[in-house]
């Protein structure tokens, strides 16, 4: 049987947290990182990693970098599989579901992907986020899109769209070999990191970039087998309405996100329950 850790990014909700938590950790090593901004008191035990090292910000590269942190962390110990998921992702799998699935499909690396470039609509959505500065949500706040986009064409500060850049799904699910290359590829590739600074979402181009462009590309499966709606901007917040279209999807996915126990706890109560008369 293949050796599996979890990589955990949280930054709120203690109770959901440990939840999760204390239902992966009977099976898989977990390296969690808590936003160092928010006053969650989780310390490490077991087989679990907590880190409270670097201030996250939505959309901002400071979550590649912490992902890249975990990442490292992870790798010292060498295992099969990197499965990086969210605090507000609830399994829709038992623990074992979830080994038996990478157990058969070693070599495969579950990464959702698209390219930029296939359609001129694409294209220009993306390369305003690959090229128009973000300084933070009140910046966004204060200037008007077609301002943003005005002021990252000046001279000296303008950016141009790197070529072969994909995006997708900041959550995966990868082998050693893949996650080797990537921490390879960023220690020998600094710049490529950089470029993603003051970047709207590089947390959603960086990991695919490098491995759609590297001899991995045909072990990628486009699929992150994240169970999720989309909102305005945002995964929506699963309610107890939403309990039999989860369970409806649970076929193809083996997380579902997001849940936040301040906003429905029911049907995280539910779906764990699932998971316990499962065992």
């Known amino acids: ?111 959702s992907y698209e390219s930029i470039n296939n359609s001129e609509a694409m294209y220009k959505e993306m390369s305003f986020r690959l090229n128009s500065y973000n300084f933070g949500k009140l910046y966004r706040l204060i200037f008007h899109r077609n301002i943003r986009e005005l002021l990252s064409n000046f001279p000296l500060i ?53 491995l759609l462009n590297s001899e991995f590309n045909n072990n990628c499966i486009n699929d992150c087998l994240r169970y999720l709606i989309w909102g305005v901007g945002t995964p929506i917040n699963f309610t107890i309405k939403d309990y039999d279209d989860i369970k409806n999807n649970i076929n193809n996915n083996i997380f579902s996100r997001k849940f936040d126990e301040n906003f429905d706890n029911d049907i995280i109560d539910k779906l764990y329950k699932d998971l316990e008369n499962s065992n």
């Open 158 to 210: 303008k950016r141009t769209t790197p070529e072969n850049i994909y995006y997708g799904s900041q959550w995966w699910n990868l082998t050693n070999n893949a996650i080797k290359y990537i921490l390879d590829y960023t220690k020998q590739n600094p710049n490529f990191l950089k470029r993603f600074n003051y970047t709207w979402g590089s947390d959603e181009f960086y990991f695919q970039s490098i």
């Open 1 to 111: 049987m293949n050796k599996n850790c979890i990589l955990i990014l949280a930054h709120k909700n203690h109770n959901q947290i440990m939840r999760l938590i204390n239902h992966l950790k009977t099976d898989f090593d977990l390296y969690v990182h808590i936003d160092k901004r928010n006053k969650l008191n989780i310390k490490s035990f077991d087989n679990v990693n907590v880190y409270k090292k670097f201030k996250t910000y939505h959309g901002g590269v400071s979550l590649v970098i912490a992902t890249l942190f975990l990442i490292e962390e992870a790798y010292k110990n060498n295992y099969d599989r990197y499965i990086f998921i969210s605090g507000q992702d609830v399994p829709l799998k038992t623990n074992k579901e979830i080994i038996n699935f990478f157990d058969t499909n070693k070599n495969k690396e579950y990464i």
